[in-house]
């Protein structure tokens, strides 16, 4: 079983940026798929982010397209998020999680048996 911790949560005001970073360890990750998800308050989890094995191919939702970048280094054990042009409605917790898949990137939660703990993002208007 693989152990994952993220970090970089906090406040910003809108418009600002954020980098989130998650570091695995237990078990070598470099082999599976990992992911970002979200959730809001009030709110179910959504998809944010999803990367493949190597790092080639990613997967956005349309919500946070052309504003987050997902990033990962194998040799660190971690895995990234930076966050640009940020928004109100960004505010969530943010979990980084590792898939059951060893290629593609996924969306759905159901394909990660593992998740970190999570940690808050907060952003003004």
């Known amino acids: 079983q693989v152990q994952l911790v993220e970090s970089g949560g906090g406040s910003v005001q809108a418009g600002g940026s954020l980098r989130l970073s998650c570091a695995a360890s237990?078990?070598?990750?470099?082999?599976?798929?990992m992911g970002w998800f979200r959730q809001p308050p009030g709110k179910d989890r959504e998809f944010v982010a999803s990367i493949s094995r190597s790092g080639g191919l990613t997967s956005y939702s349309d919500s946070v397209k052309g504003r987050f970048t997902i990033s990962r280094d194998n040799a660190k054990n971690m895995v990234y998020l930076q966050m640009n042009s940020l928004k109100p409605e960004d505010t969530a917790v943010y979990y980084c999680a590792i898939s059951i898949s060893t290629t593609l990137p996924r969306s759905r939660s159901d394909d990660y048996p593992d998740w970190g703990q999570g940690t808050q993002v907060t952003v003004s208007s």
């Open positions: 237990g078990r070598t990750f470099s082999t599976n798929t």
